[in-house]
């Protein structure tokens, strides 16, 4: 079967317009992770409301760097293709990528204020 130069052609473009779907992604991913940033901007009025000092304003800024380096870490080196990528491989082949999203979301969604009572809840038995 011969493949003329011009298929050659469309199928490398095609190629090339997937990476840059992917490049795009990435970057979607990255600014959403930059929300956390956001937090200077809750930090006064939350701890007004609170009447947080400085230091302890700080901690939930402090405690997600710290988790997100110690996670980084880990899921560069070891977790993500040893637990992680397996995990959501199998969603994916039983669910699909959509419900795998949605899963993934609906997990978040209950693990974060989850983890945010227990932590509200050490705090306040000091």
Same mark, same amino acid.
Do not use: E, H, T
């Given at each position: @079967? !011969?493949?003329s130069p011009k298929d050659e052609d469309k199928n490398l473009i095609s190629?090339? /317009? !997937?990476l840059w779907r992917f490049v795009l992604l990435g970057i979607g991913i990255i600014i959403? @992770? $930059?929300t956390v940033y956001s937090w200077s901007v809750f930090r006064t009025p939350i701890s007004q @409301?609170?009447?947080?000092d400085a !230091? /302890? $304003?700080g901690l939930p800024y402090l405690a997600f760097l710290i988790l997100y380096t110690v996670f980084m870490l880990l899921s560069g080196f070891g977790l993500s293709p040893l637990i992680t990528a397996p995990v959501i491989k199998v969603l994916i082949n039983h669910v699909g990528v959509n419900s795998t999203f949605i899963a993934m979301g609906i997990f978040f969604l209950i693990a974060v204020p989850l983890l945010g009572f227990i932590f509200s809840q050490t705090r306040s038995s000091r």
């Open positions: @079967m !011969n493949i190629k090339v /317009a !997937n959403c @992770m $930059g @409301m609170y009447s947080l !230091n /302890a $304003g």
